[in-house]
C-alpha cells in the first residue's frame, strides 16, 4: 500500500475526530498508524473465503460451466441454479441475503428517492461517476487490463445493470434482481483478484499486489454514492433528511454485498464525506490507461443522438466532475457550451422541481439530453441483449 493511501488512513481517523481521544482510533487506522498489514486495515482486506473458491475454480477450468449455470439465476428470490460446485453453492447460499441490519422500509423509501430524482442521477452516474473512474489510478489500470477493458461498449452494459437493478423500485425485494447482481459482480472481483497479478501490464501499471481490496471498493463507493449525495446538494435538488438517509443506506447494504466488512461502511453522510476527502479526492489522477478509457466511454456515449453537440457532452463532462479533471482527459473546450451549462443547468433543475415560474431558455435542449442519457442507461440496463454479468476466464488479450 501506498505511503499515502496510509497517511490517509490516519487523517481519516483524525477527520473523524478520532484520533483525539486515547483508545478511540478505530483498530485499522491503529494498525494502518504502526505500518503494519492486518485484518482491520481496509487496504489489506479482501474477500477470503470467496477468493479462495473462485481462484480454485479458474485453475481447475469449471468457470464456464459455472457461468452457464448462472445465466438463470437473476431474481433475488430465484433458487441457487443446479449445477453449482457444492462448496460455491454453499457460500451463495450463505451471502445471497440482505444483512440483518438491513432497514426494509428505508430501501423501500431509497427506491421511491431513485425513482423520483432517477434523471439526475443517470447524468451523475453516468457522466459523473463513470468518467470519474478513469481517474482513479488503480480502478483505471485494472479495468484497462482485465479482459472488460477490450471491450468497453460490453463492460458499460453489465455496469449499467448494476447501477440498474440497485436503482430499481424492487431492487433489494423478492421480484428485484440487485441482490444476485451484487453477488455476481463479487464473483467477479475475486476472479480479477486471481487474474490481475498475472498480467505484467497491470503489475508495471500498478502498486499493488493483489487489487479490489476493501479500501479500493470503498474508494469507488465515494466515486458513486458520496459523489452523487453530494452533487444533489450543490445542485439544490430537494431531498428530504430521510431521502439521504435511506439513499445512504441502500449503497451501505450494497457495499456489504460486495464483501466489504461492515466495520469500514461510513454510519453517515459526514463520515461518508470525510472518508472521500481523504481516500478518493487526493488519489485522483490522470493515466495512459485512463485517458485511452475515457475516450472511448465518451466515444460510445456521443454516438447515441443526445440532442447536443459533442463539445457540449465535453463541457457536461467538465462541469460536472471539474475543469482540472477535463484538462487531465484533454476534453476539448467549447466555451459557449460551458457558458450555456453554467446558467441553463441550474435554472432547468429549478424549474423542474417547481422553484422556478418561468421556463428557461434551453429547457427543452437541456431535456432532450437529460432523457437520451436515461435512455442509454435504461436501454443498457434492461435490453434482453444486455450482456449477462459473467465470471472473466483472462485478462485482455495482449
Ligand atoms: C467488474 C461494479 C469496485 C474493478 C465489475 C462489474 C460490476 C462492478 C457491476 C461486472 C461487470 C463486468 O464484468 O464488467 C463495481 C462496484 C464497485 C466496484 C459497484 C464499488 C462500489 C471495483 C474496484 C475495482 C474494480 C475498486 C478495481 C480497483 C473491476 C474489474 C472488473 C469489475 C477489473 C472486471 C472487468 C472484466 O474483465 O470484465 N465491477 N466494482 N471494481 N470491476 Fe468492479
Redesign the pocket.
Known sequence: MSSLSRRSILSLGAALGLASVAGAVPAWARSAAAGTSTATDPWWVWDDAVDRLVAALLDSGQVPAVNSAMRSWVNNSDPLPDGLPADLAAYLQQVNQLPSWADRTKLRLAADFNRRKDTYLFMLYGLGSGIMSTV?P??A???Y?????ANMK??AA??F??GYDLSEVSAFEPTGQFVV??N??RL??A??RH??PRSPHWRAANEEQI???NG??????HS??TFVHRKLLEWHVPMSAADEDAFLHMWQV??HL?GVRDEFIPRTWAEADAQSAQVLTPILNPTPEGKELAKELLGLTAQVDLGVTRGFLNEFVRYVLSNEIGDWLELPRDYAAAALIRTGWPAYIAFREGLLPVMPAGFYLFDQFVRAIAMLFLNNGTSPTSTP??I?TA??PE
Open positions: 482513479i488503480r480502478e489500470t485494472a479495468v487490463w482485465s479482459a472488460g477493458g460490453d463492460r453489465k455496469t445493470t448494476f447482481t451484487a455476481k459482480t467477479v472481483h476472479a480479477v487474474l490481475l487489487p479490489i481490496s479500493d471498493i470503498l474508494v469507488t463507493f458513486l454514492g450494497a457495499i460486495l454479468i459473467t472473466p485478462n485482455r
